[in-house]
């Protein structure tokens, strides 16, 4: 199958019709390349703010509460684009304030498939700017969602680099990781993450960035990363783990072609067997005996 992994600008939105404008044209644009799965970044969703006017987009609690407030719409918009173009689509994540979790907002987005089911993944972690001072909170717990396409799960950014996130999910296939970063050095960390996760867990890994100046916002006004995928450097799978990348800072789709099945002919007999000698570390995280060599 074709994996599209976005590079995404925020636009400064005039109204509702331009941002379905927008969002039909990409979604088109992937499935005209044969993708059959559309990845779009971490906080993505915010551009949306601007339709409250600038005033609100400008400011950052105001920002979280005009986003989160059109999210029924855009999850309708979604699944009837994943509809239309036979695709299954994870949303570009947003604040969502769900008051059975928190009084303070999530970091969610939501995988669409094109028979009209959707199934929703929040954030776990929380990077420094998301705990102070937005007040954005860790959401509901982790899912792998079983699909015509195989078992997917969802690391959103930060959350890719912590590896016992990953083992949660490791009966997934293909592990999707949309971020936003605002350095060279942040995309670099949740790379090198998604990297890692497809190879200890032997899987394959889809990391989808937010790129460019919205200096109309102080929640994303700087934006620096590219579209890639990734899998097990093992039989079967790239020597490098590099399956596609982007340009950095280029908008656009991001396509590899995958095939699901290695993932499981790896597992069985790869070169190694990472996922299997998970648990070879059992007891290794205790304190290790300190000897001097003075």
């Known amino acids: 199958m074709k994996i599209a992994t976005a590079a995404y600008p925020l636009d400064p939105l005039p109204d509702w019709a331009a941002y379905k404008a927008k969002l039909t044209d990409w ?3 992937a499935a005209g390349q044969g993708a059959q799965i559309l990845v779009f970044p971490e906080y993505g969703a915010l551009e949306l703010s601007m339709l409250a006017g600038p005033d609100i987009a400008g400011d950052l609690e105001g920002c979280l509460r005009a986003t989160s407030d059109l999210m029924g719409d855009v999850d309708d918009l979604h699944s009837d684009l994943a509809a239309r173009f036979n695709v299954h689509i994870l949303s570009a994540s947003a604040p969502v304030f769900d008051e ?3 009084p303070r907002p999530v970091n969610r987005t939501t995988l669409f498939a094109p028979g009209g089911g959707r199934g929703v993944q929040d954030k776990q ?3 420094r700017f998301e705990r102070t001072p937005w007040d954005v909170v860790g959401g509901g717990g982790l899912q792998v969602f079983d699909t015509a396409l195989g ?3 969802v690391l959103i950014c930060y959350d890719s680099e912590f590896p016992l996130l990953a083992r949660a999910v490791s009966d997934a296939e293909l592990l999707l990781v949309p971020s936003c970063t605002d350095t060279l050095a942040g995309y670099s960390r949740v790379r090198i993450g998604a990297m890692a996760r497809a190879l200890e867990g032997q899987c394959v890994s889809a990391m989808a960035s937010l790129v460019g100046d919205a200096p109309w916002s102080p929640a994303v006004d700087v934006n620096v990363g590219m579209g890639g995928i990734f899998g097990p450097p093992d ?3 790239p020597p490098t783990g590099v399956i596609a990348e982007g340009v950095m800072n280029r908008p656009g789709w991001t ?7 290695r993932v499981g002919d790896v597992r ?3 070169g190694v067997l990472n996922r299997a000698h998970w648990a070879d570390q059992a007891g290794r995280d205790e304190a290790p005996a300190v000897v001097s060599l003075r």
């Open 27 to 29: 979604v088109s644009n």
């Open 235 to 237: 039989h079967g799978f």
């Open 255 to 261: 396509i590899g072609e995958v095939d699901l099945a």
């Open 100 to 102: 059975g979790i928190s």
């Open 268 to 270: 069985a007999d790869g």
């Open 151 to 153: 078992k997917i799960a």
């Open 125 to 127: 972690i929380m990077t």
